[in-house]
């Protein structure tokens, strides 16, 4: 079973954009930027667990890798760009340190390269989160959930808005995804990143310290997004479909 997803044309010759959205999303959730690169052909795949992939599951990262490449080809998608934030970006960097034929590049917003230390605390943790969103209305989870110190930045009126939004998943879908991409199974990307052949582009937000420090560790080209958090493409959607023309235009501008 492939993933679901919504496509939009673009002209020919482009490579397509394919969007990746993070942990409770969906494919709408990068519309807003990606509708402002109208000459790309873009995908927006809803990930297991989610949307219209609700009733897919996986059962880790190589999976998900495998499930990606069968969903691109029977799109017949041969030349593409993964953007990806957060669960979405750790998604895109583990693809493509699988060395995929016809991926020309990856643009990560605020995803994790993997864990140095600490994995069993982080188990342990994400157990207790995939326990509450079985068993409780999602509605309370999710607003401790946006009390994380990653989502600071937010303001109530914001973090009132995403509970709301979130709240509409399947809690037990929720928790499976999870526990199958938690940090804690992730490997650490950091060595095989550094030896990808295709370019690597990281955007975070001014206000998101933890992700900033993260983005220092890597061998990517680091774009600043101003006025925003953790979720960057939602708290400054034009910003950041700015950074992507940049990006994809000096990447581009010798192939098309």
């Known amino acids: ?100 034929k016809g991926l020309s590049g990856i643009v990560v917003e605020g995803g994790h390269p993997g864990l140095q230390d600490a994995r069993a605390m982080r188990l342990a943790s994400d157990r207790r989160w995939a326990k509450r969103f079985c068993t409780e209305p999602l ?7 946006y009390q994380q110190p990653v989502f600071a930045s937010l303001t109530d009126a914001q973090r009132v808005e995403l509970v709301a939004l979130r709240s509409q998943n399947n809690g037990a879908n929720l928790a499976a995804m999870l526990e199958a991409t938690s940090l804690a199974v992730q490997p650490d990307l950091r060595a095989a990143l550094n030896a990808l052949s295709v370019p690597f582009h990281y955007l975070y937000g001014e206000r998101d310290e933890k992700f900033a420090a993260i983005a220092a560790e890597l061998n990517a080209t680091r774009h600043v997004i101003p006025h925003a958090g953790h979720n960057a493409h939602r708290e400054n959607p034009g910003a950041v479909a700015s950074s992507l023309v940049q990006i994809l235009r000096l990447r581009n501008k010798d192939t098309l």
């Open 1 to 100: 079973m492939n993933l679901a997803g919504m496509q939009r044309a673009g002209k020919p010759g482009y490579p397509w954009l394919v969007f990746l959205h993070g942990f409770s999303g969906d494919s709408r959730e990068w519309q807003e930027v990606g509708e402002s690169l109208e000459d790309y052909p873009r995908l927006y795949l809803d990930l297991p667990g989610h949307g219209g992939s609700a009733g897919n599951s996986i059962s880790g990262f190589a999976e998900m890798s495998d499930l990606l490449t069968t969903t691109l080809l029977s799109y017949n998608i041969l030349n593409y760009w993964l953007v990806g934030y957060s669960l979405g970006g750790r998604i895109a960097m583990f693809h493509a340190c699988q060395q995929p």
């Open 139 to 145: 509605a309370d989870v999710f607003a401790d959930w």
